[in-house]
Nanobody
Framework: QVQLIESGGGSVQAGGSLRLSCAASGFSASTYCMAWFRQAPGKEREGVATINNAGRTTYADSVKGRFTISRDNAKNTLYLQMNSLTPEDTAMYSC????????????WGQGTQVTVSS
């Protein structure tokens, strides 16, 4: 059974840090392109960061220099290190995986809530 399970969310004050994890099971995440998305109440889902199967990363402008996406293929786990958090980063964060030759994400996690207070 394919699963993506996020963890590491929580409440933090502005300026703080959190590290999100996304544990994959039922498939080898190392062969997939993976990403973190977020959705705040009343807003559309937005892509936060991506990493391909060669380790190349991309970031949304809003998080560049503050967030770092990484993967541990031995643990089949994706991470998102978030520093210098602001209230605007408050959202439900989800991880997703897709075949690198397609544009649609095939697998999605349920999400983990991040709340940043001022």
């Amino acid at each position: 059974q394919v699963q993506l399970i996020e963890s590491g969310g929580g409440s933090v004050q502005a300026g703080g840090s959190l590290r999100l994890s996304c544990a994959a099971s039922g498939f080898s995440a190392s062969t997939y392109c993976m990403a973190w998305f977020r959705q705040a109440p009343g807003k559309e889902r937005e892509g936060v960061a991506t990493i391909n199967n060669a380790g190349r990363t991309t970031y949304a402008d809003s998080v560049k220099g503050r967030f770092t996406i990484s993967r541990d293929n031995a643990k089949n786990t994706l991470y998102l290190q978030m520093n210098s958090l602001t209230p605007e980063d408050t959202a439900m964060y989800s991880c997703a995986a897709r075949f690198c030759w397609t544009s649609s994400y095939r697998y999605w996690g349920q999400g983990t809530q991040v709340t940043v207070s001022s």
